[in-house]
């Protein structure tokens, strides 16, 4: 690859750059904090029943364990398909240390890896167990092949006497617990490293961590609320369609389904109010301190990036969906359409954080713009493209679709 520059071919420039500037973290930056904060915000859903006692969120809670345990699987991959030595991102793994905010990651990953399967394994130990007992002897290579599945998952512990499920769901507080700190730890990490980069004046702000964290359990909340929709409108489909009596009609997996978005979306409201407040307090203060790079960063905020911050991020992707989950009798099409503006919404403020925050040149009098690769010609115009970004996105339900089916997370007949 002799002679080729990363970000020349999607960078364009105006006025006064330095030559060696570009656009460097693209797209792929941007999906990183991104499903990190998916992974984060589906946890913290799944823990306000398991911790808190959220009896209204009890058919939720495993679904988003479930989905947050795919999530994370798919969390690290941006940062490979970034990396043009992508074998080298395994180091992070195998030497972690506290002295570089990359490789804590190392560490905090590995921990929450641990406490989200350990958890799982608690919630649906007693299903593993009683599969195992059931599929043995029975004839068929399937039957056979799930039965060692379902063994293996056993761990070898087949007690459900009434004791032992007790001291299963005491395990699965106790790790749920410990891991709304880690996940939360898990996100805050990508704002941390971002709000510790002194030579960029828009990312350096200690606020920025926090407002990664509440925008990302936003976006969890959303996409767990949105996933959950789909399929429950697929299961009413289904029933329809179908000749064979269900246990439950159409009608009232429909009533299920509203019910139980109608409790999950006064949290959603509740966790957007406040990530809402800390992005504009964090805008007023530093419009207020007005910092010698003020001029440049006004510029990009006001005008250059005005419609992507105040239209797109603020205006579609919270004020809309605000307004919409405030209105009294939700219905699921006003409800779908609200979690994608949501969703929409936290992707614009990773966008604006990530893209924004190299827009504007280092001499503080020349601006670069992000022009994303749609169609690739080669292998970086794939990685740092709308390609890139659609692989990374489909990803975590392709992998829940297969983990579903050893681990119902739901009960689809």
């Not at 007690?159 to 891991?179: F, M, P, Q, T, Y």
């Amino acid at each position: 690859m002799h002679g080729y520059v990363h970000g020349l071919e999607w960078t364009v420039k105006e006025l006064f750059t330095y030559p060696n500037e570009f656009i460097t973290w693209s797209i792929q930056i941007v999906m990183y904090p991104y499903m990190t904060g998916l992974v984060a915000g589906a946890f913290v859903l799944s823990s306000l029943y398991h911790v808190f006692g959220q009896e209204d969120l009890k058919d939720l809670a495993k679904f988003a364990l479930v989905f947050s345990f795919a999530l994370l699987l798919v969390a690290p991959m941006p940062l490979l398909l970034h990396l043009q030595h992508p074998l080298r991102g395994m180091e992070v793994f195998f030497t972690p240390h506290f002295t570089s905010a990359i490789s804590a990651f190392g560490i905090v990953f590995f921990t929450y890896s641990m406490v989200v399967s350990s958890e799982i394994w608690f919630v649906y130990r007693k299903f593993f167990v009683e599969q195992s007992l059931a599929l043995k002897g029975k004839e068929g290579l399937l039957n056979r092949f799930k039965w060692l599945i379902y063994t293996a998952l056993t761990l070898g512990a087949y007690d459900i006497s009434e004791e032992a499920l007790h001291k299963d769901e005491k395990a699965i507080k106790i790790l749920a617990a410990i891991g709304i700190p880690v996940a939360c730890f898990l996100h805050g990490y990508a704002g941390f490293i971002f709000g510790s980069v002194k030579a960029n004046a828009l990312w350096m702000t200690p606020l920025m961590p926090v407002i990664f964290i509440m925008s990302a359990i936003v976006s969890g909340i959303a996409l767990c609320m949105l996933t959950y929709i789909v399929i429950m409108e697929w299961k009413k489909f289904r029933i329809k369609r179908s000749r064979k009596p269900w246990e439950l009609t159409a009608e009232e997996v429909g009533g299920v389904e509203l019910d139980l978005m109608r409790k999950t979306s006064k949290y959603l409201i509740g966790f957007m109010i406040a990530a809402i407040t800390l992005e504009l307090l964090d805008l007023v203060f530093r419009g207020y301190t007005a910092v010698k790079s003020w001029d440049i960063l006004r510029s990009v905020i006001y005008e250059r990036d005005f419609f992507k911050i105040f239209i797109l991020q603020y205006t579609f992707g919270d004020l809309v969906p605000f307004i919409m989950l405030l209105m009294p009798r939700p219905t699921v099409r006003r409800l779908i359409v609200a979690l994608t503006l949501v969703l929409f919404g936290v992707f614009m403020m990773r966008w604006n954080v990530v893209i924004g925050g190299q827009a504007f040149s280092l001499t503080f009098a020349g601006y670069m713009d992000y022009r994303i690769p749609i169609i690739p010609h080669n292998i970086e115009t794939f990685k740092e493209g709308v390609m890139g970004a659609l692989l990374i996105g489909i990803m975590p339900f392709v992998l829940f679709w297969g983990i579903n089916k050893i681990v119902p997370s739901l009960k689809l007949k």
